[in-house]
């Protein structure tokens, strides 16, 4: 796919853009404010978060002008620390230094939502791949990877033995989550494009005729998920939008792959359809930017960020103050541009990455497995033909083999079943390592085959 095809779906600059065609939202509905109860979405634990204050403070220091005298603040003084600067090389060559205030952030406490300029320039990227917000009401705060702030969702809302409906199969990351409360994980199967929304209104329909508790919230992995590689269509977003209205529950929107979408548009967010404030969308710079710098956010409704913020100063108080500089200083050297380009880069690595580990399936597995293209992401995931579960494929005899990969059953929401699935991951792998695996996978299932 050229760069050229690889675009946001927004025309304009970073501020006061609009949404053409299919992607037109209302700004009067954007804008309206929200009449949502959120107190039916917290648990008792959430309820009994209070601010703190002196993590307050710091927020109110944060406003003071310059010169300002500080007694009221218990920080460390910068001027005892062991470091005088910060450079780095980027890969085009050019390099990033802190100025002495932006060092002097990078190595000091931050407010538990995060460093103000970074929220800023991200507010603008929601507003160019979104559609404009309504920040009066909206916010975001900055996390410890998308993970983090999925993890604080799901300890705002949920309560023991609370139902929750996710895709099957889904990211073994947000499962562990609600198996901590001991969730009835409704399931909803896919398909290449998406949850089946007729399953999950059937589901929900039987739940109120049988007095059932509905469930608060829904976990989607919507743009190229893992493991299945799917993107979740737009009609199919506006129909789950709309049960989430009638039914009343949240969408936990967890994207970190929306960066790394091979079709010519990207897609429309759940965020940019919402107009009740149901949507907590989860975005990541781990697959785009650096996993280690740690850096994730996630943008809903001011009122249950601010729940989650509680949470956050008690915890790891923020996320590092120096991977968040570093970051909010590289995104405005890019500016919009740069920005784009980086994407586009990054998205025609893993494009070809996808194109031939799908050359090299159907060079060794046409006649052993089924697949479907994967739209984005990192990840394709095969059906094993005439095996009805992958489980000593992957975890003995493939092991024998040295080659690894990621047994279906491991992504079930009930990993006791047999699964003939396996999740085959493109990212890392050099062209030769894949030619060397998949044909070894191949001589794996060929002995599997003959003993079942």
């Given amino acids: ?102 060092l002097a952030a990078a190595l000091q406490y931050l407010p538990s939502i995060g460093y103000t300029p970074l929220i800023n320039k991200l507010k603008e990227i929601q507003e160019q ?13 900055i996390t410890s990877g998308a993970q983090e702030g999925l993890a604080k969702a799901v300890d705002m809302c949920m309560r023991q033995g609370d139902c929750v409906i996710m895709p099957d199969p889904t990211y073994t990351g947000a499962i562990d989550l609600f198996k901590l409360y001991d969730a009835e994980i409704l399931g909803i199967k896919q398909d290449s494009r ?34 299945c590689g799917n993107t979740i269509s737009t009609y199919r977003k506006r129909e789950i939008y709309r049960l989430a209205c009638e039914y009343n529950f949240l969408i936990l929107e967890d994207d970190p792959y929306y960066y790394l979408n091979f079709e010519n548009k990207n897609p429309i967010s ?81 494009k070809h990455k996808r194109d031939y580990m799908l050359q090299t399936v159907k060079k060794y597995l046409s006649d052993l497995a089924e697949w479907q293209d994967p739209c984005g992401g990192m990840f394709l995931w095969l059906k094993v033909i005439g095996l009805s579960d992958t489980r000593r494929l992957v975890t003995s005899r493939c092991l024998e083999k040295n080659v ?27 062209p030769s390592e894949v030619d060397l695996g998949i044909s070894l996978l191949a001589d794996a299932i060929r002995e599997e085959l003959q003993l079942s």
């Fill in 1 to 102: 796919m050229a760069q050229s095809q690889i675009y946001p779906i927004l025309d304009g600059s970073l501020t006061g853009t609009k949404i053409s065609g299919e992607h037109s939202i209302s700004p009067s509905k954007v804008l309206s404010p929200l009449k949502i109860d959120y107190s039916y979405f917290l648990n008792e634990t959430t309820k009994k978060r209070k601010p703190s204050e002196l993590r307050e403070l710091s927020k109110l220091a944060e406003k003071l002008p310059p010169g300002s005298i500080k007694l009221g603040v218990g920080v460390p003084n910068v001027q005892t620390f062991p470091f005088k600067g910060f450079e780095v090389e980027l890969a085009s060559g050019e390099n990033i230094k802190l100025n002495q205030n932006e």
């Fill in 129 to 141: 791949y979104h559609g404009v917000q309504n920040w009066k009401i909206k916010s975001i705060m």
């Fill in 194 to 227: 998406g949850v089946k929304v007729k399953d999950l209104e059937n589901a929900l329909l039987l739940r109120k005729n049988g007095n059932l508790k509905i469930p608060k919230l829904i976990y989607l992995n919507p743009t190229a998920s893992n493991p």
């Fill in 270 to 350: 759940f965020m940019s359809l919402d107009t009740e404030g149901r949507v907590l969308r989860f975005d990541s710079l781990s697959k785009i930017m650096s996993s280690g710098l740690r850096i994730g956010f996630v943008t809903g409704p001011s009122n249950l960020l601010r729940q989650m913020e509680y949470h956050m100063s008690t915890s790891s108080m923020h996320t590092s103050s120096l991977s968040q500089v570093l970051v909010y200083k590289l995104l405005s050297r890019w500016d919009n541009e740069g920005l784009i380009s980086h994407f586009m880069r990054v998205k025609e690595f893993y």
């Fill in 404 to 430: 690894i990969f990621a047994p279906g059953y491991a992504l079930a929401i009930d990993t006791k079943k047999p699964s003939p699935f396996i999740r085959i991951s493109f990212s890392i792998a050099s």
